[in-house]
């Protein structure tokens, strides 16, 4: 699990500052080490020793390597024990494509390294390739996309006519069966099926003062990427009697299985060490 490779993803496709538990924070900047403005376009890492406040970091490293957030966090923990171990041992520790940690003066001084550029990080997306491919002259491309944009154009124009034509043969048989159903056998109008919105009005009018409550505090059994994973065990937690909910997190694009929610943190825990000790070992609390 390459935690660098996966520091840099963060920083070319996330945020500008990565937390990394034990050790600060590292973040993107425009500037070098010495304040002197980069190159436009350039942006380099840099660290600063300060206690971390954000799991952005933990969250993507987890979903990238298919890891809980306990798991997730163990992996950063030990990498970080090895760095602190160097530092201790031998006053330095040199990260590759990073940067290099030295002590200097009692303090913990940060050297970027001079390949960690983030513009030199490969899109995914090209596997390396665009040094393969051949220039084209501005004239070629014209003459090249011409022809096919004409066809795309002419396909959409086919398919739009295909919808249309089936909306109103569509509509033409809601017509002439929903007339012959709106009247009984004895000539008389029956009331209309309503269908959507409308059919649940009354409904709505009588739920309307209610307001849906989000308690703030959740025990966590299971993080999962695939979601058939998540609802297979939220369905084996709810077969063992926990009032279990899937809570989707679109930022890490996660499926959490919430074994109990609650309104202060003293039950949240009470509750969580109930569930360790019974059924899941490492389960943890999410505030929300």
């Known amino acids: 699990m390459n935690i660098v490779h996966n520091l840099k993803r963060f920083f070319n ?19 070098d080490d010495t304040g002197k403005p980069l190159p436009k376009g350039d942006s380099v890492i840099l660290f600063v020793e300060k206690a971390p406040r954000s799991n952005a970091f933990i969250n993507f490293f987890g979903y990238e390597e298919n890891l809980t957030e306990n798991e997730a966090v163990e992996v950063i923990e030990q990498w970080v024990s090895g760095i602190l171990n160097d530092l201790k041992k031998d006053k330095i520790a040199n990260i590759p ?3 290099t940690f030295e002590v200097k003066q009692d303090k913990v001084i940060f050297m970027p390294a001079a390949d960690q550029n983030l513009l030199k ?20 491309v014209q003459a090249k996309n011409t022809p096919e944009k004409e066809k795309q154009s002419t396909n959409r124009a086919v398919l739009w006519s295909i919808i249309g034509a089936i909306v109103v043969i569509l509509i033409g048989v809601f017509i002439i069966f929903g007339g012959i159903d709106m009247f009984r056998g004895d ?8 269908v959507g919105p409308a059919a649940v009005a009354e409904i709505d ?11 703030p505090y959740a025990v966590i059994g299971g993080s999962f990427c695939d979601r058939a994973n998540a609802e297979a065990f939220l369905a084996r937690m709810r077969s063992q009697g926990y009032n279990a909910e899937l809570i989707f997190c679109n930022d890490i694009q996660r499926h959490r299985v919430a074994l109990g929610s609650f309104r202060t943190r003293a039950e949240a825990v ?6 360790r000790a019974t059924t899941i070992t490492n389960a943890w609390i999410l505030a929300r």
């Open 13 to 31: 496709e996330q945020q500008d500052e990565a937390a990394i538990p034990g050790l600060g924070v590292f973040f993107k900047t425009a500037t």
């Open 97 to 99: 494509e990073l940067g």
């Open 121 to 140: 990080e490969a899109s995914p997306d090209r596997y390396g390739l665009d040094d393969e491919i051949p220039k084209v002259g501005e004239g070629e």
């Open 187 to 194: 000539g008389s109008a029956q009331p209309p099926i309503v």
């Open 205 to 215: 009018d009588e739920i309307s003062d209610v307001q849906v409550v989000l308690l």
């Open 270 to 275: 009470e509750f969580m060490n109930r569930v």
